[in-house]
């Protein structure tokens, strides 16, 4: 027999998010989905907003909730750098305060809770790929730090109320992905070079784009956040999910340029600072233990989300 599980998801109206709640919804869940609207709207769930086991919640994270769940997604933070490094505090406060919030509401519910966190914990990482097992290389007090060790802190969080209050916690290490209901504007690297290639406008390439990063195409992460929920009490995390294929950002604007048929030319612009050079996560603990790995590569992924972007242009 199916069960109808009561589940949270904070950032619910964001990129993921939004993701997420289709899929717990389509599977005959019901779905809470709270946000405060920073850099997710209402259009990203839409579809959503008359289905009767989908409720839709404005809730800033930084405060206390109180509803009662079995499961808890906490997704809240601005993921993107020009986003996330608005309002500074502000992003702190979302990643540590929000952690603080939701494992209280887990502590309270019995619910398990699964934390979104970031490849950015290795920082400018000196081991290539990234396993799970590496510290990381972070500056504490640079203009990426507010994301970089809030996302920290959390993890650290989360740890500390699995080991303390035995809490069955789920933390998710998730490289770049990209897919349709990114935000046309948030600055990321997929939907900037997408937007300007439809639009014939200069690609911006920062720094000599010879950085890189490894592409992951969401409806494959939405597979591995279902899967790693679905673990028994010994898998915790943290636990890398990502597509290992690697791309030079050079590399990506070419490709963009080519499935877009775009005139548009490379302009290089300055590298902002502690840009990571490498990335590329070693996924062997997600196939090992979740048995997950993504199917979607690059160029399919890549057209499927420069449609959603002609459709909104
Ligand atoms: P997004 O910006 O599209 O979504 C974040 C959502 O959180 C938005 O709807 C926003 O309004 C909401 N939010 C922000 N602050 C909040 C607060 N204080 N209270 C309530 N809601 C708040 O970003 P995304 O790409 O969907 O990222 C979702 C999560 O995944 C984030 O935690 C991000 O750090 C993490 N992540 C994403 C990526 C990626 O490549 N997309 C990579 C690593 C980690
Ligand atoms: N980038 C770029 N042009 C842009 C936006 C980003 O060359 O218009 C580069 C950026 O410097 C970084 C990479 O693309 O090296 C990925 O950037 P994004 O902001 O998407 O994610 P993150 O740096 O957090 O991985």
Not at 25 to 44: L, M, P, S
Not at 90 to 101: L, M
Not at 209 to 230: H, K, P, W
Not at 304 to 310: D, M
């Amino acid at each position: 027999m199916h069960l109808r599980k009561r589940i949270l998801i904070t950032g619910g109206a964001g990129f993921l998010g939004s993701h997420l709640c289709m899929r717990l919804v389509g599977e005959g869940h019901d779905v809470i989905c709270a946000d405060n609207f920073f850099t997710g709207t209402k259009d990203n769930i839409i579809a959503l907003l008359d289905e009767p086991h989908f409720e839709l919640m404005r809730h800033d994270v930084t405060f206390p909730l109180y509803v009662e769940v079995d499961e808890i997604y906490n997704l809240a933070c601005p993921a993107s750098p020009i986003h996330y490094q608005h309002d500074p505090v502000q992003t702190t406060k979302t990643s540590v305060h929000g952690a603080i919030n939701m494992l209280g509401l887990a502590k309270r519910t019995g619910a398990k809770i699964f934390q979104a966190s970031t490849s950015e914990v290795y920082g400018d990482p000196q081991v290539h790929p990234q396993v799970e097992g590496y510290w990381g290389h972070v500056n504490p007090i640079g203009e990426r730090s507010c994301y970089d060790e809030g996302k920290r802190c959390a993890e650290t969080l989360f740890f500390d109320y699995h080991r303390q209050h035995a809490l069955q916690i789920k933390v998710a290490r998730i490289f770049n992905t990209y897919g349709p209901n990114m935000h046309p504007n948030d600055g990321r690297v997929v939907s900037n070079f997408i937007m300007q290639a439809l639009q014939g406008h200069p690609i911006t390439l920062f720094g000599d784009g010879s950085q890189t990063r490894s592409f992951c195409y969401v409806d494959d992460l939405i597979n591995g956040f279902t899967a790693l929920m679905e673990t028994g009490d010994d898998v915790t995390g943290p636990i890398n999910l990502g597509n290992p294929n690697e791309f030079t950002i050079r590399e990506l604007a070419e490709k963009v340029i080519e499935l877009t048929n775009s005139k548009s030319e490379l302009v290089s612009a300055p590298l902002p600072s502690d840009d990571p050079l490498q990335r590329q996560p070693n996924i062997e603990q997600a196939k090992s233990r979740l048995g997950w790995e993504p199917v979607i590569q690059l160029e399919e992924g890549l057209r499927k989300t420069i449609q959603y972007f002609e459709s909104l242009l």
